[in-house]
């Protein structure tokens, strides 16, 4: 049973496997069915985002739907192409193809291996808990500025116009330079399915609503808005054969499905791509994880994050070995996938069944879907990711995480993606160790009447000419053990009756090393001086810990379970609240 | 008066200096007289050992002494030449001179210089908690170490062999390879001073107190030790005329007082020593405030982080200006100079001229003093940094914190300074973040008969099917917002009967964005189970702050001030402590 169990946990679908009914195989057949006509523009169009070949973006949604389904915890995660992993993938690709002079495809498949391979290994070493080190400011501003860098990279396929860049500055000034070439067929087919994209997102569902049609039919049919995009310019172009006129189209696809195969590794591209597919891994993971949890909690299900690395590590290598690029679980094609009834993680293997038999047989048919279609349905589709609510709650709640915030949405904008993750990542960390370098601290006094100990400041307490009671609302670590030490001393010299210091920690959750040695060096200071050092109302963890040093036995004072015990026994010349001598 | 009081906090001299009598002023002469002696053959050495000549040891301990005295809030501070900042300025000084040939005693100059701007800016901004960011078993790792690499360094001198390295396998490798070329002439000095300066410091204040001198005096011979060693082979030497039988010895040194100028300065070699610069300054920084803060202490005064970083900034400054290199506020001298009855900083200044003095009247009789000499005088100085006892107390406290040390010594030893300093500072961060990511929560338990709350695991506790109280001994914030979802949902998925969960923060002292979100999505997804998701025990900044947020409207239950009303309120199936039950 126990064995069982655990290899349930490396393997869930023994676990959900073993129920699995016929009811359970109509919902996912059902939400199969909506989330493969919903991915087969969008793997065609991510791919192009990517840089890639539109093939590429069909191989990455067969096989790792299924590594997914063999691995992942979640039972809804719809995992593919998204937009800005494949924003990311291209900016890495571009970079190093570019030097290298290395293949594109190959290169951006072994990008996908060795995300994969990061992924794996995070897993297997339990090092989910890294992906905590990208604060939500940081992730949402990255996120937000991703969003407007796809939307303006996609308009030079609107316009009909060759323009590229690596940031904001380097497209604008592309698109400003070509927009006089733009091609009039191009644009009307890009602005005509812009148009309808938004009308159909923002309006369509209202609107049929409105006209009676029932509300599963009306989202149904908000959904599959690309696809009639895509079916309605494909057959303009073909029919009056705008490709002849310079409209730029995806062409011939090859017919079949991928073909599986150990992707050529050459140990130099890997030493350049290492970390780019670390960020891929770990941005890709958080937005994968973060989707995944909200959607399990909704049935009181549960995720295990660990897991979730190895089944996403999983899809990637699957990825890489069958010609695709790198991918992770998708926010709204998973919501669809949720909304639509998927109950297990075989709707992923439907989709990818699904996936496979347009790869077999309809790629024939979009030979004349035009790029600014496919340009389009980015454009409308990360206008959602940008958000500027959380943009203004947060400079609302909190200047310190709005300055991480805004750095990451500057530097990726004007930078790259890889300086702007990595530069909001260090920047929350900076100011969590400079908030947590001063800490909160009270001298506080005795609420009159009770055995409650209050602020001095804020509360009329009693006090006592020999003895202050510091309290330090925070644990004692390196960051803050000198401001400790500072704010004792300060004690020390404006106090000149001084006998007894007392250090309340209720709120102190560690004493790392550096501050034992501040809480030593303050003893053996106040012992000069000729004034004892107390603790009060410290944790039994961190007493454990103190009691493996030799600080208790060096202690000039005593260790008192609770301030009041404390109060008592070294208070000897009490002087009423200021407000009551009065 | 105000005016006169913010003068006097960027002038500390306005404030000791009013009150300046005669007996100040004998207690800062004899002070000064006993540091001068102390510090002639330490300038001489510790130049040696920074690479540079020794008059460049002896300008760094003019007029950078005065820099300090004007701006510094330490009153026994001596500052000057010391051995870990001299070993740093040598490997950078040495790695950026064998990379552009530029000259070794101009760029240890521009150091200096740009170690004086770093700190002058970082006391301007008020960075002084830049410093915090190095923890203590970092500090302490990487000074052994330095010790090692010093002590080692220098036995090419006691040996008379060229040997040079930047790590201590390089190190160790040229000693090996040099060591059949011993100059025994130097061997008998070196070793003779070794041994006679190791007596002195170990042995021979007992060995003088047993044959009835008196203790002031005892401890003055000690102080002396190094004078009489340098006096006692510079004779030999002279007698012997030792240098033509290839002992190393001084030479020439020139005569007179360093000459004010603004140094070369090169914008590129600026960008190459910027780095080193700033880890020089923060290493420096951290050791004199340590100091400064222990002797204030003992006197009941204070000093002022920030503007001691000012006065070290004006110190280095002063020394670049005046052709001497990178210095701090030693700690064996600052002890010296405060055992000795140092009042105020005007001791400094008085060391300065006694400096002077020499540098005016005694270069000549130095001519013959031998290197050896100078090396066994540092190795015997530094043999007091490597600090094992502190190793082995980190071991048994914390693992934690002495792989944060193990890195730093095994780096700082076997790649460099900077390399050492650097990955100690990043582990140290690192496994902060990785311990709060994963804070101490528990689910608490009403106490049979009393107000308290309990871990359930811990005590026996009553508890209740539809409300689970989950605390949180940390601050909420992005390194464990994640966990704390993790571990809601957990609750959700193994309590069917779940209708209430309270979030306990008695030890919750701030919430950031990152947190906020989670709590908002733990709120919203509780409710989509049907549960309702309340707070208890809320301090008050926090509290103030979550009120700027729409996090308090949208929540679906209450804040409750204390944990016992909470419970009162939603407790409605109490199920007694399972011991009594049964």
Chains 1, 2 share one sequence.
């Not at 739907?65 to 995992?79: K, M, N, W």
């Not at 303006?152 to 323009?163: D, E, R």
């Not at 009671?469 to 000198?482: G, K, M, P």
């Not at 400790?484 to 010299?493: C, K, M, N, R, T």
Request: proline share 4%.
């Amino acid at each position: 049973m126990q064995a069982s169990s655990k290899l349930a946990k490396v393997f869930p679908f023994l676990d959900w496997g073993r129920g699995y009914g016929r009811q359970s195989l109509g919902n996912d057949l059902t939400a199969a069915v909506i989330v493969t006509i919903m991915l087969i523009p969008q793997s065609l169009a991510y791919a192009m985002l990517a840089g890639l070949p539109p093939e590429v973006g069909l191989y990455a949604s067969i096989l790792p739907l299924v590594g997914y389904a063999i691995f992942g915890t979640s039972r809804t995660l719809a995992v593919g192409p998204v937009a800005v992993v494949s924003l990311m993938s291209a900016a890495a690709v571009g970079a190093v193809v570019s030097q290298t002079g290395a293949g594109f495809v190959e290169t951006a498949i072994l990008l996908a291996l060795l995300s994969g391979g990061c992924l794996l290994l995070m897993g297997i070493f339990r090092l989910g808990f890294l992906a905590n080190f990208l604060s939500h400011p940081v992730i949402s501003g990255f996120i937000s500025a991703s969003g407007i860098l796809i939307a303006v990279s996609q308009f030079k396929h609107v316009l009909g116009i060759p323009a590229s860049g690596h940031n904001l500055i380097e497209l604008l000034g592309a698109l400003g330079g070509g927009v006089q070439q733009t091609n009039p067929y191009t644009a009307v087919i890009g602005f005509s399915a812009l148009g309808f994209l938004y009308f159909v997102r923002k309006k369509l569902k209202s609107v049929l609503e409105k006209i009676g049609v029932p509300e599963g039919v009306a989202g149904f049919l908000v959904k599959a808005g690309p696809v009639f995009a895509v079916i309605g310019t494909t057959l303009a172009a073909s029919m009056w054969a705008l490709d002849q006129k310079g409209v730029q189209i995806v062409g011939a696809v090859p017919v079949g499905l991928p073909v599986l195969g150990i992707p050529a590794i050459d140990l130099g591209l890997v030493e350049q791509l290492i970390l780019p597919a670390f960020l891929i891994s770990l941005i890709g993971f958080v937005e994968s994880v973060s989707v995944a949890q909200t959607l399990a909690a909704k049935r009181r299900q549960r995720i295990d994050p660990n897991q979730e690395l190895v089944a996403l590590g999983a899809a990637n290598v699957a990825s890489g070995f069958s010609g695709g690029y790198a991918v992770t679980g998708g926010f709204a094609r998973s919501v669809v996938n949720f909304d639509a009834g998927a109950e297990t993680p075989a709707a992923g293997v439907f989709t990818a069944v699904g996936i496979g038999i347009a790869t077999l047989f309809l790629t024939p048919l979009i030979y004349f879907l035009p790029k600014a279609t496919l340009a389009a349905t980015i454009i409308v589709a990360v206008l959602a990711l940008i958000d500027v609510h959380m943009m203004r709650e947060t400079w609302r709640y909190s200047k310190r995480d709005f300055l991480a915030m805004a750095a990451t949405i500057l530097l990726t904008l004007t930078i790259s993606v890889e300086a702007g993750v990595a530069s909001g990542v260090i920047l929350s960390v900076l100011l969590h160790l400079h908030r947590s370098s001063r800490p909160h601290c009270a001298i506080v006094g005795k609420v009159p009447g009770t055995e409650h100990f209050r602020n001095v400041l804020r509360h009329s307490v009693e006090t006592c000419d020999t003895l202050v009671t510091l309290r330090v609302d925070e644990s004692l670590y390196f960051a803050n053990a000198r401001f400790l030490e500072d704010q004792v001393y300060a004690l020390l010299a404006e106090n000149p009756k001084l006998k007894n210091v007392i250090l309340m920690c209720p709120a102190v959750n560690e004493i790392d090393v550096s501050a034992l040695e501040s809480l030593e060096a303050i003893n053996r200071r106040l012992a000069d001086a000729g004034v004892k050092f107390h603790l009060s109302e410290v944790k039994g963890p961190v007493m454990d810990r103190l009691q493996r040093s030799s600080f208790l036995d060096e202690l000039t004072g005593q260790v008192f379970l609770s301030q009041y015990q404390a109060y008592q026994a070294l208070a000897d010349n009490r002087r009423s609240p200021k407000s009551a001598a009065q």
